[in-house]
T-cell receptor, first 112, second 115 residues
Framework: NAGVTQTPKFRVLKTGQSMTLLCAQD?????MYWYRQDPGMGLRLIHY???????AKGEVPDGYNVSRLKKQNFLLGLESAAPSQTSVYFC???????????FGEGSRLTVL | AQSVAQPEDQVNVAEGNPLTVKCTYS??????LFWYVQYPNRGLQFLLK??????LVKGSYGFEAEFNKSQTSFHLKKPSALVSDSALYFC?????????????FGTGTRLLVSP
């Protein structure tokens, strides 16, 4: 079982460029999440999805968009990258709203 | 809104000694509490959770945590630390009320176990 897989693992962007992070899970989980991790701030929820075709905003959604066209995939997009979006991004999934989260290995994004 | 506090940025302990990583929380409804561990350049891994039932919860790798409702705490413990336990530990809380309630993470505590 691969669990939660994120691609790419590393990316360097210039300010204003766009990119998409892909998250795939093979556990048939309903819930999927995108977090960002910054030093001294823990993990902050960007967007989440409670099922195929649904998305919702988390704590820090500005500058990001998401889509969940298939149950197993959750895409995070940056339309116009800013240096403040330099971070490590984690995707996670859970079976239900009360269950533990399963995390991917992370995607390190640097915006110059 | 729910919140989590991990008052220690770092905990140092010698191998073989007991360890405690502290966590206090605040929620409106019943708390769902979690501990996760993160090794360098890796994602977070689930250690244990408290939803209801016994206040002492046992988890992976010999860790346990004690839920204390009166003190709103959920401290992580291990009787005998290993060097391999050195990592970043996150406490998290979700409000158990109906509907979607986001999982809120603390800022993390770095555990350093010395040989």
């Amino acid at each position: 079982n691969a669990g939660v897989t994120q691609t790419p693992k590393f990316r360097v962007l210039k300010t204003g460029q766009s990119m998409t992070l892909l998250c795939a899970q093979d556990m048939n989980h309903e819930y999927m999440y995108w977090y960002r991790q910054d030093p001294g701030m823990g993990l902050r929820l960007i967007h989440y999805s409670v099922g195929e075709g649904t998305t919702a905003k988390g704590e820090v959604p500005d500058g990001y968009n998401v889509s969940r066209l298939k149950k197993q995939n959750f895409l995070l997009g940056l339309e116009s990258a800013a240096p403040s979006q330099t971070s490590v991004y984690f995707c996670a999934s859970s079976e239900n709203r009360g269950g533990e989260l399963f995390f991917g290995e992370g995607s390190r994004l640097t915006v110059l | 809104a729910q919140s989590v506090a991990q008052p220690e940025d770092q905990v140092n302990v010698a191998e073989g000694n007991p360890l405690t990583v502290k966590c206090t929380y605040s929620v409106s409804g019943n708390p769902y509490l979690f501990w996760y561990v993160q090794y360098p350049n890796r994602g977070l891994q689930f250690l244990l959770k408290y939803i209801t039932g016994d206040n002492l919860v046992k988890g992976s790798y010999g860790f346990e945590a004690e839920f204390n409702k009166s003190q709103t705490s959920f401290h992580l413990k291990k009787p005998s630390a290993l060097v391999s336990d050195s990592a970043l530990y996150f406490c998290a809380v979700r409000d158990g009320s109906t509907g979607f309630q986001k999982l809120v993470f603390g800022t993390g505590t770095r555990l350093l176990v010395s040989p």
